[in-house]
């Protein structure tokens, strides 16, 4: 299978090129410099060069805080971008794997989000994520949209290791403590993508590594896995105003991919032990 990869000076797609390659297939990593998503012409020629059988679409404008002043580029990556990319692959009957976010949703639900229940994002970058994903279902019969949230990876720059950085640095970290999520890693994440590509079973899947926990446990167990002195200090999100709404429940129900037959990331702290042992 010939498989582009857009993306891949990011976390995520870095790590699904990697281990697409792994696997033997022949894969085009692509980002900014290979060709500008937000050109139809650029991105049209682009992939009528290479004739993928599949796209894992990775790129994405991801700065949430900035997006609020700087819409206009982030609807021109996430959404005009999308569309420039579903419409070059419209004529070659490709698979069309789309990464989209938790934030597509309010956060005000209290139970875990199911992949059907009503989307009303509250920021920029959500709403663009979400016009992304109805390009997709759109343009592309054969696709799959899959939500992640609380990414980390090797390549890039992420929530463990800021906590890293600032818990060799200080004595106490102050961590907001009442929004609640999923943390997600990319090799798991990416393992996930590849055997979704293998598989016709197309739709909107939720996938996130297993279990819950707020930011703040995040960065308790990050301390207690790194051997880190330095103390978490819980604090509520009205202490840690930003520009963009954080969801207050992150929190993505994987009972689609179960039923569908696929396997689920492992549990959140295993992870993150693999992760550190990746970056030691």
């Known amino acids: 299978m010939r498989i582009l990869i857009t993306g891949c000076a990011g976390q995520l797609g870095h790590d699904v090129y990697e281990l697409l390659k792994a696997k033997g297939e022949t894969c085009l990593a692509a980002d900014k410099a290979d060709f500008d998503l937000t050109s139809a012409e650029s991105t049209t020629g682009f992939v009528q060069a290479f004739r993928p059988d599949a796209v894992v679409h990775c790129a994405a404008y991801t700065a949430v805080d900035k997006a609020e002043e700087d819409s206009a580029?982030?609807?021109?990556?996430?959404?005009?971008?999308?569309?420039?990319?579903?419409?070059?692959?419209?004529?070659?009957?490709?698979?069309?794997?789309?990464?989209?976010?938790?934030?597509?949703?309010?956060?005000?639900?209290?139970?875990?989000?199911?992949?059907?229940?009503?989307?009303?994002?509250?920021?920029?970058?959500?709403?663009?994520?979400?016009?992304?994903?109805?390009?997709?279902?759109?343009?592309?019969?054969?696709?799959?949209?899959?939500?992640?949230?609380?990414?980390?990876?090797?390549?890039?720059?992420?929530?463990?290791?800021?906590?890293?950085?600032?818990?060799?640095?200080?004595?106490?970290?102050?961590?907001?403590?009442?929004?609640?999520?999923?943390?997600?890693?990319?090799?798991?994440?990416?393992?996930?993508?590849?055997?979704?590509?293998?598989?016709d079973r197309y739709g909107t899947y939720h996938a996130t590594n297993e279990g819950f926990c707020s930011w703040a446990e995040f960065a308790y167990e990050i301390m207690r896995q790194s051997g880190s002195n330095a103390r978490v200090v819980p604090i509520t999100s009205s202490e840690y105003p930003a520009k963009a709404k954080r969801p207050m429940n992150s929190k993505l129900s994987k009972q689609k991919l179960i039923d569908n037959g696929f396997t689920p990331l492992p549990d959140w702290k295993d992870a993150l032990r693999r992760f550190l042992k990746e970056i030691d």
């Not at 597509?104 to 994903?133: A, H, I, R, S, W």
């Open 73 to 199: 580029n982030c609807y021109a990556v996430n959404v005009a971008g999308t569309k420039n990319l579903c419409a070059a692959c419209k004529n070659l009957d490709v698979k069309f794997v789309y990464v989209s976010t938790d934030y597509v949703f309010d956060g005000e639900k209290k139970e875990p989000y199911e992949t059907e229940d009503k989307t009303n994002p509250q920021t920029v970058y959500g709403l663009t994520k979400l016009g992304g994903e109805n390009a997709v279902r759109q343009s592309i019969s054969k696709h799959f949209i899959v939500r992640t949230a609380w990414v980390f990876g090797a390549n890039g720059n992420n929530f463990v290791k800021t906590m890293l950085r600032l818990g060799s640095e200080r004595d106490t970290l102050n961590v907001v403590c009442d929004q609640f999520g999923s943390p997600t890693y990319t090799k798991d994440l990416a393992r996930l993508i590849c055997d979704m590509l293998e598989t």
